[in-house]
Each structure stands twice: as structure tokens, then as C-alpha cells.
């Protein structure tokens, strides 16, 4: 699916091979409407469907497995990203909006002002689980939203079935400021320097995993900063390093593309899509989105383990072995097989990222408690507010 003529497909890939001209290379790939007959038109290399003429082909599973396939191809061989226009009934979509803004109001008055990775508190108005939360305070609404046959049907092309949504709300306010070039969950969320301790084949992989998507909440004019992308730029394989890089971060200045959306449309995108979120140049309108980000059900360990007992239960012995000489790197094998090496999931209300777009992890904790002997009754202390904190309630 990624491609790029210099990146080592099983090693380790580098920033310093990341090389403007080879990503122009790879955007030279124009999207082809033929390829995709079922597509409505071609907006600025984008694939737009129109929902009502996908509906009756869902019928027939001959003609659904054949929409599913070209979908799956556009979002990784053709521009990575489709827009569906009409995908939510606006009545829906508007009983729903009007539940998120309570959530909005309702976290304001209790001091909950959540910002994003990219904006303060403030500047955007965030609901972090809004899945949940939606759930919780009005099961009818979640029932007609999410019986949603357009989320389903680019969920599956995707990922098959046995997906999991989850959704965040976010709200752009007049005058707020977008996002800079990034791609998304997982590698996306990681920094440079953690990116390149993993192997070529991930690179590949992660996209794989999640899904993204967008429902839009409002009209959106180009002026209020709908999501500003780079068609076919999930095709560059170091694409997870590249998009740090001013020059590259230059390029998708110059040359991203922007569609307006209105009330119900659905945009679904390959993670690995060079996008951002654009600025709301607006005085009135609050831009709200609900963004999807779906994952595939192969994302888990075969066994249900509680690592938090794990890991009390270790470290112990494990601060004894390394009194007696255990090696850093041994002790940090253990660590690994014992703790929650990875920050998702979690709640971003309580655990909110400080530096970067990742929370510490339980392993995290663990290895600094190792690092200053610390005792295992005050390790108990940080690994209860571990827990307390990716607890979705």
C-alpha cells in the first residue's frame, strides 16, 4: 500500500531518508473516476460519493462486497480519502449535535475545559469519549446515529467486520487556529524519535489498523476550515517521519485541497493521509465535527491479562534483581513483558497528553520508579492513579 522508491521495507527507516522529490514522486498519481464507478464525481482529486445512490446497492451482497472493494482501493491505491455526501439524515445528525453541545456546556460549568492535541482550551471545544458519552445521556439519539449504514459500509471495506468506534467531538470556534500536517493513530500519534525505533513493516502496517472519518455537524464553508488534505499522500512510505519536516510541512501548505462539506456529509480517510484541520477565518460559524476514528478488531493480545496485578506483583522482585547487578536492559525486558507499554486506549480527559499527543504509560511509570529504588508501597500509590486515570468513568 505504501510505497517509496528509497525506504527500506523491513529495516529501520530515517528522517534523513526522507527526500521532497521522491514524495513528489508519488504524488504524481492523479485519481482515476474511471477506476471508481460508483463515485459521483472527482472534486479536486477527491473521490465524492453520493449516499443515496450507494443505499440501494447495499441490498445485494454481490453488488455491497464490490462497493466495499473499490472503497478499500481508493483509500489505499487511489487518494486515500472518500467524501460521502448525505450520509446522516440531518434531523439525526442535529437531535445528536444538540446532545454534544450539552456535553460541551456541562463540562465547561464543571471546570472540564478540554482542548486538543493541536489547540488550548479554549480555542476549540473538545469532548474527549463522546461515544460514551453519548450512550450514557441520550441512548436514543446513539441508536438512530450510529445505526448508520455509510459508517458501516466504509468501516468494513476497510477493516471487516468486528470493528470498534470510537468518536470526539470537536468544535472550531470563530478566529481558531488549525492544525499543523500530521497523520493519525497509531505511528502518527507517535513522536519522530519513538516513530523510528520501529521497524519498516509497521510503517506499513499501522495504517491497516484504524480508519478515520468525520461527520460533519454543520455546514461547512471553506472559510469556517474544513480538513485541508494531500491526495495520495498516504502512498509515501516514510510519510510517519516526512510530515515533521518543514520542507515537507512547506509543501502541504502550498498544495493541500479543501472541500466544503454541509450537515450530514461523512468524509472517511486513510490514517496515513498527510491532513489537518484548517483555521475557522469565520465570525460566526462553530465548526463541529464528530470524528470517527474506527479500529480493527485484530488490534489485541490473544489473552485477557491484568497488568496492573502483573506488575505489582513483580516489581518486588525485580527492584531486588536490580540491586543485586540485573542490567538496565534486562530490567527493561522485564518491564516490557510485565506493564502497559502502550498509552491506548485511555481517557484523554483525566490522562491528557502533556508533552506530545501520547500520555506516559504504565511501563513509563514503572521504569522511573526502578531508576530511583523506588518502594514498592509508593509504586502502588502511581500505579493506582494509572489506573484511575484511563478508567472511562
Known amino acids: 500500500m505504501t510505497t517509496t522508491p528509497t525506504s527500506p521495507r523491513h529495516g529501520y527507516r530515517r528522517a534523513e531518508d526522507c527526500r521532497l522529490e521522491d514524495f513528489l514522486t508519488v504524488l504524481e498519481d492523479r485519481t482515476d473516476g474511471t477506476r471508481y464507478p460508483h463515485a459521483a464525481r472527482v ?19 454481490e453488488t455491497a462486497d464490490a ?23 440531518p434531523e439525526v445528525v442535529g437531535r445528536t449535535t444538540a446532545a454534544f453541545e450539552a456535553l460541551i456546556a456541562e463540562e465547561k460549568a464543571a471546570g472540564q475545559m478540554a482542548g486538543d ?62 492544525q499543523t500536517v500530521h497523520r493519525d493513530y497509531h505511528l502518527g500519534f507517535q513522536s519522530p524519535e519513538v516513530t523510528g525505533r520501529y521497524p519498516g513493516r509497521v510503517h506499513d502496517v499501522s495504517p491497516l489498523l484504524t480508519l478515520q472519518g468525520a461527520v460533519a455537524h454543520c455546514d461547512m464553508p471553506v472559510e469556517s476550515g474544513p480538513t485541508l488534505y494531500l491526495p495520495h499522500s498516504q502512498k509515501y512510505g516514510l510519510g510517519y517521519l516526512a510530515y515533521w519536516l518543514p520542507e515537507f510541512q512547506d509543501h502541504f501548505q502550498g498544495h493541500h485541497v479543501q472541500l466544503p462539506l454541509h450537515t450530514g456529509d461523512a468524509v472517511f480517510f486513510n490514517p496515513a493521509l498527510f491532513h489537518a484541520a484548517g483555521s475557522n477565518h469565520t465570525a460566526d460559524v462553530r465548526r463541529m465535527a464528530n470524528l470517527l476514528q ?34 538496565e536492559a534486562a530490567a527493561g525486558h522485564v518491564v516490557a513483558a510485565s506493564a502497559e507499554g ?18 506516559r504509560t504504565q511501563a513509563d511509570v514503572v521504569r522511573d520508579a526502578l531508576a530511583v529504588a523506588l518502594a514498592p508501597d509508593r509504586l502502588a500509590v502511581r500505579l493506582d492513579a494509572v489506573t484511575h486515570a484511563t478508567q472511562s468513568h
Open 43 to 61: 472534486e479536486q482529486g477527491v473521490l465524492v460519493y453520493e449516499a443515496a445512490d450507494l443505499r440501494p446497492l447495499l441490498a445485494d451482497d
Open 67 to 89: 462497493l466495499r472493494a473499490e472503497i478499500a482501493d481508493a483509500l489505499a491505491d487511489g487518494p486515500g480519502i472518500v467524501v460521502v455526501t448525505g450520509a446522516f439524515d
Open 117 to 178: 492535541h493541536f489547540a488550548a482550551p479554549g480555542e476549540n471545544d473538545r469532548v474527549w469519549n463522546a461515544l460514551e458519552k453519548l450512550a450514557v445521556r441520550d441512548p436514543e439519539s446513539f441508536v438512530a446515529y450510529y445505526a448508520n449504514d455509510m459508517v458501516a459500509l466504509a468501516a468494513s471495506a476497510w477493516l471487516g467486520p468486528g470493528y470498534q468506534v470510537t468518536s470526539q467531538v470537536n468544535v472550531v470556534n470563530p478566529g481558531g487556529k488549525g
Open 294 to 327: 474506527v479500529s480493527s478488531a485484530f488490534g489485541r493480545a490473544m489473552e485477557t491479562v491484568d497488568r496492573d496485578r502483573v506488575v505489582r506483583a513483580v516489581y518486588p522482585a525485580l527492584l531486588a534483581a536490580v540491586a543485586d547487578g540485573l542490567p
Open 342 to 359: 502502550y498509552a491506548f486506549p485511555t481517557n484523554l480527559d483525566r490522562d491528557t497528553p502533556v508533552d506530545g499527543m501520547t500520555p
